[in-house]
């Protein structure tokens, strides 16, 4: 009787660490990945004209685009710099194409 009471026993204390795991795929992993899928796609689809923000917070224009390159116009005097595609944060003229289409 007492070696059935020990395997129960093991069993019981695997259940809260799988639970805490179980919880946090759902509340960090999960979420984090579908951000990240969002992201590559946004990169992927980027397009000559759209007004970007790269990492560092540089407001931009997109110039031309190449493999991993994008060359954008920054400022009023159209300073154009080369960024990898990875550095880019945000397109935020989609946003507003986006908003334009519901009405």
């Known amino acids: 009787m007492a070696a059935a009471n020990a395997g129960g026993g093991n069993l019981g204390g695997l ?14 992993i999960r979420p984090q990945r579908k951000r990240e899928k969002q992201i590559r ?5 980027l397009k000559v004209g759209d007004e970007i ?3 560092g917070g540089i407001y931009g224009k997109v110039i031309k685009l190449k493999d991993d390159v994008v060359t ?5 005097s159209k300073t154009r710099m080369d960024v ?3 550095a880019i944060g945000t397109v935020t003229n989609k946003q ?4 334009k289409k519901e009405d």
Do not use: S
């Open 96 to 99: 507003e194409t986006e908003d």
């Open 53 to 55: 923000v790269t990492i």
């Open 15 to 28: 259940i809260v660490p799988i639970a805490f795991l179980v919880v946090f795929y759902l509340f960090a």
């Open 72 to 76: 954008i116009e920054v400022g009023a």
């Open 84 to 86: 990898t595609r990875w």
């Open 41 to 45: 796609e946004m990169r992927e689809n």
